[in-house]
């Protein structure tokens, strides 16, 4: 199954913006949008973002996402060392009745 | 505090068989759907099946159909993976995650994950 399509790596600055981005098409991101986890190495992965922008309570407002179309962006303003991990997007896809992953952005706090 | 916990992984031989199990506490178990996800090593998340609330609606991945089967008994807070047929690259953590697609979002909970190899 066709997957979405994530940058494999973004490395910014301590304190700087990072923007990931998640391309898929009308029957997935376009459809109902993203979802963003984040996962660090060895751990099961944490849901960051729903319905774009909506975030769980226990998530930093540092991380913000939108959808433009076939798009989805997920921003990480004022980088921390913590952010270090891997991001996935995921939508669910109406024309192959699954949920489709990206294959994960490795985001680097330099 | 939701929890989710995966048990069943282990070695197994490639043509052989495996059950995995997913114990939820926390909420609601018979009120949400709920996943199967995969990460082989090294790699990234791969969806694999999703359950309804009532078990009667369930979708895999194209990777899977056929050889493994998702059910579920709510009245034990139970999720399973019966996985037949196994290969070499069925070699991955397994995951169970919660899914409340239709309220928020899909994957707000994921268990620790079990491990499982596929190897002779």
């Known amino acids: 199954q066709a997957g979405l399509t994530q940058p494999p790596s973004v490395s910014k600055g301590l304190r700087q913006t990072a923007t990931l981005t998640c391309t898929g098409n009308s029957n997935n991101v376009g459809f109902q949008g993203a979802v963003w986890l984040q996962q660090h190495q060895g751990h099961p992965p944490k849901l960051l973002s729903y319905?774009?922008?909506n975030r769980p309570s226990r998530i930093s407002e540092r991380f913000s996402a939108s959808t433009s179309g076939n798009t989805a962006s997920l921003t990480i303003s004022g980088l921390q060392p913590e952010d270090e991990a891997d991001y996935y997007c995921?939508?669910?896809?109406?024309?192959?009745?699954?949920?489709?992953f990206g294959a994960g952005t490795k985001v680097t706090v330099l | 505090e939701v929890q989710l916990v995966e048990s069943g992984g282990g070695l197994v031989q490639p043509g052989g068989s495996l059950r995995l199990s997913c114990v939820a506490s926390?909420?609601?178990?018979?009120?949400?759907?709920m996943d199967w996800v995969r990460q082989a090593p090294g790699k990234g998340l791969e969806w694999l099946s999703y359950i309804n609330n009532g078990g009667d609606s369930i979708h895999y991945a194209d990777s899977v159909k056929g050889r493994f089967t998702i059910s579920r008994d709510n009245a034990k807070n139970s999720l399973y993976l019966q996985m037949n047929s196994l290969r070499d690259e069925d070699t991955a953590v397994y995951y169970c995650?919660?899914?409340?697609?239709?309220?928020?979002?899909?994957?707000?909970?994921w268990g620790q994950g079990t491990p499982v190899t596929v190897s002779s």
């Open positions: 995921s939508a669910w896809d109406s024309g192959l009745s699954a949920y489709v």
């Open positions: 926390g909420f609601a178990f018979g009120d949400y759907r």
């Open positions: 319905r774009n922008n």
């Open positions: 995650a919660r899914d409340d697609y239709d309220t928020t979002a899909p994957f707000d909970y």
